[in-house]
């Protein structure tokens, strides 16, 4: 393969490493994000577990961290798994945008075969360590966030711009992964919530992503949705909608009886600023405006989720 061919204009970059390129393949910053969602998710289920009632003594609070430590860790095994999957199935389309253009699939140097065994080694490792650390339903959650990333999500990117509704799914499941392998119930409000609220949160986070490279994203043949709105009027009024409906579900543990005054003063606040922030792309349309929702975005998860964790009531 030409290496040429995934590189930018300008000087040839360094070959950083196979260490650094492994590492990459993850995709950390995105894999953070899955840590934690991962780890709040766990956070949020004990007190809504039998074991909650038991006094907290040190034994007790090391099993907890080597839980949550455990659920998070195997969703971002099986993440790596994915996200690395993904950038071999993208390569040639990386090499297109500036962005992604220096990627070891893209540039070629690092292959198939090597792809194959990180994903292997990554998605049985992460399952085991779901199934260790937390139970078969969380392992089980887990693969399917793996399938739906790889064999559905992906190749709909070059298809239709509903791809980001569907890979909306495996993205909102680590929050579940780590509520369910703490031993709480699938079906219990705060559980539900914590899927909805992240469902919902991916649109207009993903959208002002997606209006801020739509450019590169055209030329690589993605569907995005500012790629075939090009006056953003579809994609503004959708970053709006979901943002109202994140805020909407947000709600639902308070509404429970599950969450306490303190998560209902931080997630209504949280919510109008990240709305505000839609708002703002909805009126200007612009990189400026899609920058801020981006940033809204990356705020808005941590501090309401955080919230929910810390501000539990148990007449839910």
Same mark, same amino acid.
């Given at each position: 393969?030409?290496? #040429?061919?995934?590189?930018?204009?300008?000087?040839?970059?360094?070959?950083?490493?196979?260490? *650094?390129?492994?590492y990459q393949l993850a995709?950390?910053?995105? *894999?953070?994000?899955?840590?934690?969602?991962?780890?709040?998710?766990?956070?949020?289920?004990?007190? %809504?577990?039998?074991?909650?009632?038991?006094?907290?003594?040190?034994?007790?609070?090391?099993?907890?961290?080597?839980?949550?430590?455990?659920?998070?860790?195997?969703?971002?095994?099986?993440?790596?798994?994915?996200?690395?999957?993904?950038?071999? $199935?993208?390569?040639?389309?990386?090499?297109?945008?500036?962005?992604?253009?220096?990627?070891?699939?893209?540039?070629?140097?690092? /292959? /198939? *075969?090597?792809?194959?065994?990180?994903?292997?080694?990554? /998605?049985?490792?992460?399952?085991? @360590?779901?199934?260790?650390?937390?139970?078969?339903?969380?392992?089980?959650?887990?693969?399917?966030?793996?399938?739906?990333?790889?064999?559905?999500?992906?190749?709909?990117?070059? !298809?239709?711009? @509903?791809?980001?509704?569907?890979?909306?799914?495996?993205?909102?499941?680590?929050? =579940?992964?780590? $509520?369910?392998?703490?031993?709480?119930?699938?079906?219990?409000?705060?559980? =539900?919530? @914590?899927?909805?609220?992240? %469902?919902?949160?991916?649109?207009?986070?993903?959208?002002?992503?997606?209006?801020?490279? !739509?450019?590169?994203?055209?030329?690589?043949?993605?569907?995005?949705?500012?790629?075939?709105?090009?006056e953003g009027h579809q994609?503004a009024r959708a970053a709006?909608?979901? #943002?109202?409906?994140?805020?909407?579900?947000?709600?639902?543990?308070?509404?429970?009886?599950?969450?306490?005054?303190?998560?209902?003063?931080?997630? #209504?606040?949280?919510?109008?600023?990240?709305?505000?922030?839609?708002?703002? =792309?909805?009126?200007?349309?612009?990189?400026?405006?899609?920058?801020?929702?981006?940033?809204?975005?990356?705020?808005?998860?941590?501090?309401?989720?955080?919230?929910?964790?810390?501000?539990?009531?148990?007449?839910?």
């Amino acid at each position: 393969m030409n290496q #040429s061919q995934g590189q930018t204009n300008g000087p040839p970059q360094a070959d950083p490493g196979i260490v *650094s390129d492994l590492y990459q393949l993850a995709k950390p910053r995105l *894999s953070l994000l899955v840590v934690i969602t991962a780890a709040l998710g766990v956070g949020a289920a004990w007190p %809504f577990t039998g074991e909650y009632t038991r006094p907290l003594t040190s034994p007790e609070m090391l099993d907890r961290i080597l839980q949550m430590l455990g659920l998070s860790g195997g969703t971002a095994l099986l993440a790596a798994a994915a996200n690395a999957l993904n950038q071999f $199935w993208e390569r040639k389309s990386d090499r297109l945008m500036q962005r992604t253009a220096t990627r070891a699939t893209a540039t070629g140097r690092i /292959g /198939g *075969s090597v792809i194959f065994v990180y994903s292997i080694v990554t /998605g049985v490792c992460g399952t085991a @360590l779901l199934a260790l650390a937390g139970n078969r339903l969380a392992a089980i959650l887990g693969v399917l966030s793996l399938v739906l990333y790889v064999l559905i999500y992906t190749p709909l990117k070059k !298809r239709t711009s @509903l791809n980001t509704l569907v890979g909306a799914i495996p993205g909102a499941l680590p929050p =579940l992964i780590g $509520w369910c392998g703490a031993g709480a119930p699938w079906d219990h409000p705060v559980g =539900l919530s @914590l899927f909805g609220i992240l %469902f919902a949160w991916q649109i207009p986070h993903f959208l002002a992503i997606a209006w801020m490279y !739509r450019e590169e994203y055209e030329k690589a043949g993605f569907r995005m949705l500012p790629v075939i709105d090009p006056e953003g009027h579809q994609t503004a009024r959708a970053a709006l909608m979901w #943002s109202l409906l994140m805020c909407a579900v947000s709600l639902v543990p308070v509404l429970s009886g599950a969450a306490g005054v303190i998560y209902l003063v931080v997630a #209504s606040a949280m919510g109008a600023f990240m709305t505000l922030r839609a708002l703002g =792309l909805a009126i200007q349309r612009d990189r400026i405006s899609a920058r801020r929702l981006f940033f809204a975005s990356i705020i808005y998860l941590p501090i309401v989720l955080g919230a929910l964790v810390a501000n539990p009531s148990l007449r839910g």
